[in-house]
């Protein structure tokens, strides 16, 4: 018997190789290639793509642009993340970590959606129709009907899906679909990109909006939502510790609206709650007028987060100091040490450092810098800031402040939520006239030491 044909492709990123490599030259990790069958058309497909007619170009200002018809879930923190609602014909991927609440946050907004009078069919490829309900009865009553299917065949989906013509799907999960042509197991990147191309074709056919789940496993040996990230319209990361009760849904890639945009809930027994205002929420037990805490203005998407800042300095009796960061970058953390040891003489070469951005956030943004530099001077001259002043601004290794985007909206939403000083870089306090707050303009790292108290 002749050996049948197979290539190679890599689990993070979909590249495809006639051999196997060590390393992936698309995505350049390690050890990421599978070896899968190719995939053969059948002769019926061969006739039915001869017949097909022939596509002609269209010109670029005869094409009828019109705004993208917009459906709100009921769910605000769901709807900013998604840029106003779900639009007609869109197809989003929903991925994280298992057990993270990805299924959770999906049923409840096919609850909101179908109390709206949306036809909504939910798909799932690991419950059963009994396990859905038994979480279904935990999220509260139905007032709406729910269209519920157990299957994993994508093509006895797509002919339910044409006959009951849905319009919102709920796919949980892309790893379980799978299509009998395909000889590759349920889970591979062969399985995994044909059947999402397959609910693109329904999604932009028929006008039906498709919500994806997409499993990313600890071991890697699932092809994670990398592969489907430039396949789909939006992609959703569903992120939070499972220690933390708190969750976040961050999208990654948005045809129609803005990334890196942020919603927050927070898990409890009858499923997630919003969390309107993530700053109170955060800043919950904040301790008054301590050293070595600073309140920073952080922005995430279009939102201002305001969250607090902390740093322990103390002095140490070992040759090495230790130094830790929880919640931003360490490496940031050891170049601001530094610049504060060479540009105000302060040596922290004796002292152990402890940096912590409190509430489990992980903020990598450059504004975060000024608040940890006086959260650093604070604890190690044993001096508070007053409890009312926020700080944001990114420093340089020369010490000086550099400017930073939003700074406006930043200080504003530090103004209604009642603070009274803000210590900012001083090329964006020259733009700024905002009412009810004090700017307080820093053009280096030596004026931070006549704001401590």
Known sequence: MAKSKTVFFCKECGFESSKWLGQCPGCKEWNTFTEEPVVK??????????????????????????????????IAEFDRVLGGGIVKGSLVLVGGDPGIGKSTLLLQVCKQLVER?????????????????????????????LLLLAET???????????????????????????????????????????TGALMHIAKGMGITVFIVGHVTKEGVVAGPRVL???????????????????????????????????????????LSEVTNPSEYMLQGKPEDEPGSVIAASMEGT???????????????????????????????????????????????FCDAYINVAGGMKINEPALDLAIVLAILSSYKNKALSSKTI???EVGLTGEVRAVNLAEQRVADAAKLGYEVCILPYVNKQNLNIKGIQLVGIRNVKELINQLR
């Open 229 to 271: 990230e430039h396949m789909v319209d939006t992609v959703l990361y569903f992120e939070g510790e499972n220690t933390a009760s708190y969750r976040i849904l961050r999208a990654v890639k948005n045809r129609f609206g803005s990334t890196n945009e942020i919603g927050v809930f927070e898990m409890k027994n009858a499923g």
């Open 153 to 195: 065949n994508l093509d006895l989906i797509s002919d339910t899906i044409t006959r009951v013509m849905p319009q919102v799907i709920v796919i949980d999960s892309i790893q379980t679909m799978f299509r009998e042509e395909i000889s590759a197991a349920p889970g591979s990147v062969s399985q995994v990109r044909e059947t």
């Open 41 to 74: 058309k059948s002769a019926s497909s061969m006739a039915v793509t001869k017949g097909l007619k022939r596509a002609e170009p269209e010109s670029l200002s005869k094409v009828l642009a019109e705004d993208s018809e917009r459906k709100l879930t009921g």
């Open 303 to 349: 939102r201002t987060i305001l969250v607090e800042v902390q740093a322990l300095v103390c002095q140490t009796n070992f040759n090495m100091p230790r130094r830790t960061a929880a919640g931003t970058d360490y490496n940031r953390v050891n170049l601001l040490m530094a610049v504060i040891e060479k540009r105000l003489g302060i040596q922290l070469s």
């Open 391 to 393: 700080a944001f601004g």
């Open 117 to 145: 009078d949306t036809k909504v069919l939910y798909i799932s490829g690991e419950e059963s129709l009994r396990q859905i309900k038994m979480r279904a009865e935990r999220l509260g009553t139905f007032k709406g009907d």
